[in-house]
């Protein structure tokens, strides 16, 4: 359909491929993203479904595999449910685990000069406030079964891994024939 060598993925790579494709006659009906600034914008006017495994990597970059607390711990197990529960389920869950926790996430740590203070538990609040900001995206797939959206964007990830894999057996390529292989491999 469409690729371009990009050096860094942005909402103006985004704009413009959106372009191509429309120009060219595709009707672009939802789309499914991993979280990247300012992207969701670009198709504000179409359904959009965040990747959920890509919430559940951010989600556990904050948390790390094996959290320390009880609250991290119970969000961590709530977001390995994402991928197997309803909207409904998830959201009402995500509720009461942040009902449970509120005045825990509301602790404050004081500088010794107890004027400055900082959120003690501030990753296990960063997890959170992902959570809540993305929750809008991330059941798209189940409100609009009629699109038949996938959850994640893992098939195409796999692509993208197969594309690189075959281009790491191709090592020391000058840039332009590194460029002529993918077009080759893209085009096939």
Known sequence: MYWKEITTENKAAYEETRCFLEAAGFNILAVV????????????????????????????????????????????????LLTKIDEDLFTEALKNWHEKWREF???RTYNSDGKHWWYTHRRLRA?????????????????????????????????????????????GLKPWRRLKLINTILND
Request: net charge positive; charged share 25%; glycine share 4%.
């Open 33 to 80: 993203l991993d979280e990247k600034h300012g992207i969701k914008e670009v198709f504000s006017d179409r359904v959009v479904q965040l990747c959920q495994y890509h919430q559940q990597q951010i989600v556990g970059r904050y948390l790390t595999t094996r959290p320390k607390t009880e609250a991290g711990q119970e969000l961590k197990l709530l977001i390995d």
């Open 105 to 107: 996430l509301k602790e």
């Open 127 to 171: 997890a959170y406030r992902s959570l809540m900001t993305n929750l809008p995206y991330l059941f798209s797939y189940q409100r609009y079964p009629e699109l038949n959206i996938p959850n994640t964007n893992n098939s195409l990830e796999g692509y993208f891994s197969k594309l690189k894999r075959l281009l790491n057996n191709h090592n």
